[in-house]
């Protein structure tokens, strides 16, 4: 697969746009293991090989689990995800799908038990954020496999 074009050069004002909602979902106080279990899931839903090759090489950087990273796309079926994770994952896919249910009330109050108003908005800003990416990367064909995560400190979950 050869990518379509280099879409950071193409347009710098569109990638920055969409790297300055990346670099707050960094920033905004929520767990980062959590924020990579959502980025690789929407990844998952919507067929992107890039970023599903980029997130879960920092989530092992970070020190997720094999298994727990094996084991995402069937989440509902393991319990190796916390509550708050849980409603994570089923928020993500319920915005990543949007078109299909939009959000029920009952996921909604769920979600309202887990997180306050900030960190919803900050979640919500996160899986915006990870489906931006995830279009980009399969609009222009980002090649999968180079990407290399930067060294960091294992997160704590």
Partial sequence: MQPRLNY????PGAFNA???MEKYTRQCGLEYSLIE?????ASQINGCAYCID???KDAR???ETEQRLYALSVWHETPFYTGRERVALE?????????QAGVPDELYQRACEQFNEEELVNLVTAIITINGWNRLALAFRAVAGSYQP???KPATT
């Avoid at 279990?37 to 899931?41: C, F, N």
């Fill in 18 to 20: 969409l790297l300055d």
């Fill in 37 to 41: 279990l959502v980025k690789i899931r």
């Fill in 150 to 152: 930067p060294a960091r």
């Fill in 54 to 56: 980029m997130h879960t």
């Fill in 8 to 11: 950071q050069q193409a347009s």
């Fill in 61 to 63: 950087a970070a020190g």
């Fill in 91 to 99: 928020l993500t896919e319920a915005i990543t799908s949007i078109a």
